[in-house]
């Protein structure tokens, strides 16, 4: 397998590294230390989850900008280009899931499609449902009430978290936003955490959620016929929304000044703010999540199906990629990789009917979350 941490410039070969060294000493050319280059690169914090990469801006952050260690107004230094472009070469996916009757398990790929075998993070038969990164830590959850977090995400480095304090059963969406993870779960509990590591109980709001986005400014809770939002991820309101006639929403994500919430029997949802909900019904179609990248919003769901909208309002008729159902979908930045039963995984540079690689199986699991880290 690619070693990604000895050998990080693998990826770029001999020309992409001369060109590396090349900008670098362009940049610290001295006739451009008085020029004028404000926030001439952005990079997030490190958080990221299934629910988009493509909002960065939200899941990241957007305060950290690239820049010499002297005045505002320089070029970047060449240890924060290196830094900058180190980082976005050493892209991890995690995916996080399990099955009846066997151990919770995890597998990490870079991102050239390379996974590593699977492995059992911690000694439980749960289901890891759940995976988030911010604060340069992955953070997993299961379906029993437990909390888990690691700095590489590799085996023999999972710890568990403080979240004896609240109460069971267990969870099933997490994210990062606004420097701060927020996990849903059954019976409309909400908890947060400003690390990862400790736990604060948010409280009870519906019935059962099953994912949460941040974008916008707001937290987005969508699980059967829940829909809540939240400026905090702290205290919560119910949102104003035509109640689903089906069994509800399962899939949640933000792009393009947008929120999409897709479920079952075809329904889906969408809002400017969160918290105005349109619903409508775009075929029978059983979809799970939902994630925006590449200009468009995918969502993937039963049977292999995958649909495409381009507003989030207006859905382009399903395609199937094999068979088996996808439970979650993310957008790296460079490609769609979308994750479910029987240990299926399969990726997409656009996310088109065409792109699609023939799914392949990695160990015989249901792969529930996704998240991505660039540090």
């Known amino acids: 397998m690619l070693n990604l941490k000895n050998n990080k410039f693998k990826k770029i070969g001999i020309l992409g590294t001369l060109f590396l060294f090349c900008i670098t000493s362009f940049l610290n ?14 990079i997030g914090k490190g958080g990221t989850n299934a629910n988009s990469l493509e909002s960065a801006k ?202 999409v919430a897709v479920g079952q029997t075809g329904e889906t949802a969408y809002s400017t703010d969160g918290i105005t909900w349109v619903l409508s019904v775009s075929g029978t179609i059983y979809m799970r999540a939902v994630v925006w990248g590449k200009d468009k919003f995918v969502a993937v769901g039963s049977a292999g199906n995958i649909k495409i909208s381009y507003d989030g309002i207006t859905w382009e008729e399903p395609f199937s990629v094999g068979s088996n159902q996808f439970n979650n979908i993310i957008w790296t930045g460079t490609q769609f990789i979308a994750i479910g039963l029987s240990g299926s995984i399969t990726h997409s540079n656009t996310g088109l009917a065409d792109s699609w690689a023939s799914p392949t199986a990695l160990t015989n699991t249901t792969w529930f979350g996704i998240a991505m880290s660039t540090t």
């Open 29 to 42: 050319n001295s006739f451009f230390a008085n020029a004028s280059a404000q926030s001439v690169l952005n």
């Open 58 to 259: 939200y899941n990241l952050g957007q305060t950290n900008t690239i820049s010499s260690s002297s005045t505002d107004n320089q070029f970047p230094s060449s240890k924060a280009v290196y830094d900058y472009i180190n980082n976005a070469l050493n892209k991890k996916i995690l995916i996080v899931g399990g099955a009846a009757g066997q151990n919770g398990k995890m597998a990490i790929s870079d991102e050239q499609n390379t996974w590593d075998s699977s492995f059992e993070p911690f000694p439980t038969t749960d289901i890891w449902h759940s995976a988030a990164h911010g604060k340069n830590k992955f953070v997993a959850i299961n379906v029993e009430n437990k909390i888990i977090y690691s700095t590489t995400g590799e085996e023999g480095t999972w710890l568990e978290a403080s979240s004896d304090s609240i109460p069971s059963p267990g969870w099933r969406g997490l994210t990062y936003g606004d420097e701060k993870f927020v996990a849903v779960g059954v019976s409309g509990k909400i908890a947060y955490s400003n690390d990862g590591i400790t736990w604060t109980y948010a409280g009870q709001f519906g019935n059962v959620f099953e994912k949460v986005a941040y974008g916008g400014g707001k937290f987005i809770a969508v699980g059967q016929k829940n829909i809540y939002y939240s400026s905090d991820g702290i205290t919560w309101t119910k949102a104003t929304y035509q109640e689903p006639t089906g069994t509800g929403l399962y899939g949640i994500a933000y792009g393009n000044g947008k929120f």
